[in-house]
């Protein structure tokens, strides 16, 4: 089975920067998605973007050149480097894998439902 464990999380002024990593073990399918998501206390988990194993990817409109999704030379680590960040930022941040074929109703893959795999979560506070 696929494990994921977040790192990096942590407390940061508004305007700093942080770079979240998400390391994978278990042997994952291609192709497949990786997934970042943040969720704030008593609100639902919203997408922040996602990486197709081919290397392709797609932002929230919230975070759009500020937030970048990269991975590792083995692809066995993906990252999210945050800048410029906000006190909105706040939350508890989870990756996610899922393998093709995803799910017919699953357009961008910003959407939780659309990841069978998550991490524990990490968090990240911005004052």
């Known amino acids: 089975d696929v494990q994921l464990v977040e790192s990096g999380g942590g407390s940061v002024q508004a305007g700093g920067s942080l770079r979240l990593s998400c390391t994978a073990s278990?042997?994952?399918?291609?192709?497949?998605?990786m997934g970042w998501f943040r969720q704030a206390p008593e609100k639902e988990r919203e997408g922040v973007g996602r990486i197709h194993s081919a290397g392709s990817t797609r932002y929230a409109d919230s975070v759009t050149g500020r937030f970048t999704i990269s991975t590792d030379s083995d692809k066995s680590t993906t990252y999210l480097q945050m800048t410029t960040l906000k006190p909105d930022d706040s939350g508890i941040y989870y990756c996610?894998?899922?393998?093709?074929?995803?799910?017919?109703?699953?357009?961008?893959?910003?959407?939780?439902?659309?990841?069978?795999?998550w991490g524990q979560g990490t968090q990240v506070t911005v004052s």
């Open positions: 278990g042997g994952r399918i291609r192709p497949y998605f």
């Open positions: 996610a894998y899922m393998p093709a074929p995803t799910p017919i109703t699953c357009t961008n893959m910003l959407e939780a439902s659309c990841y069978n795999t």
